[in-house]
């Protein structure tokens, strides 16, 4: 079956812009993940999402991320005002359910801010 | 905040030989994985170890956990050029969900 997709799979923007980014996890999975990866370093938890529960927003880095998700479905990862140093490949995953389960992540997107 | 950091940072084998690498982290957790990362792109899950689990098997990928040093070992035996990537650990910190990521180890295998 279809895995996780992400779009754009790149996206340069200028610096104080908003871009937005979307994620359509795979179906019939209830948890939904938002990381952020820097050029040469691990990946950042930023956001969670269970089912219809309240999502953790306890990684967001700023005031200027927000994402959204409708349902058990697509989700998008907002960026206001964007940085210089949001650049940086933004992965989405989602699971069967939350804890102790794989998380299957989709290819990415590449966000570059000039 | 990162709490897995893998060892060595990179390593470069030939095909055929085994390739070692140790992860290491800082509190508590429900269980420990493993993704390969392909290009700086998309991860590829290879293996999850539970923390009442010591050993697990995976095709040429075996995974020791050591809850009492807080570390983790993944061994890829007979390499291959195709398992050139950047290797990463992940715990989840006893959160359940969210995973903490380490900066990887970055495989190079030549032929």
């Known amino acids: 079956g279809a895995g996780v997709s992400q779009s754009p799979s790149n996206k340069v923007t200028e610096k104080g812009k908003d871009v937005e980014l979307r994620c359509d996890p795979i179906?019939?999975?209830?948890?939904l993940y938002w990381y952020r990866q820097r050029l040469g370093q691990g990946l950042e938890f930023l956001i969670y999402f269970q089912g219809n529960s309240a999502p953790d927003k306890s990684g967001l880095p700023s005031d200027r991320f927000s994402a959204e998700r409708t349902g058990e479905s697509v989700s998008t990862l907002t960026i206001q005002r964007t940085q210089q140093e949001d650049s940086a490949v933004y992965l989405c995953?989602?699971?069967?359910?939350?804890?102790?389960?794989?998380?299957?992540f989709g290819p990415g997107t590449r966000l570059l801010v000039l | 905040s990162q709490q897995g950091e893998e060892d060595p940072q990179a390593l470069s084998i030939q095909e055929g030989e085994n390739a070692t690498m140790n992860c290491s982290y800082k509190?508590?957790?429900?269980?420990l994985q493993w993704y390969r990362q392909n290009s700086g792109r998309g991860l590829v899950h290879l293996i999850l170890?539970?923390?009442?689990?010591r050993e697990k098997h995976s095709g040429r990928l075996r995974v020791t956990l050591d809850t009492s040093k807080k570390s983790s070992s993944l061994l890829i035996t007979a390499s291959r050029a195709a398992d050139t990537a950047s290797y990463f650990c992940a715990t989840d910190g006893g959160s359940g969900y969210a995973l903490n990521f380490g900066k990887g180890t970055s495989l190079l295998v030549t032929p």
């Open positions: 509190t508590s957790i429900n269980n």
């Open positions: 170890i539970r923390s009442n689990e």
């Open positions: 179906s019939g999975h209830t948890a």
């Open positions: 995953a989602s699971s069967l359910a939350e804890g102790q389960e794989t998380q299957y």
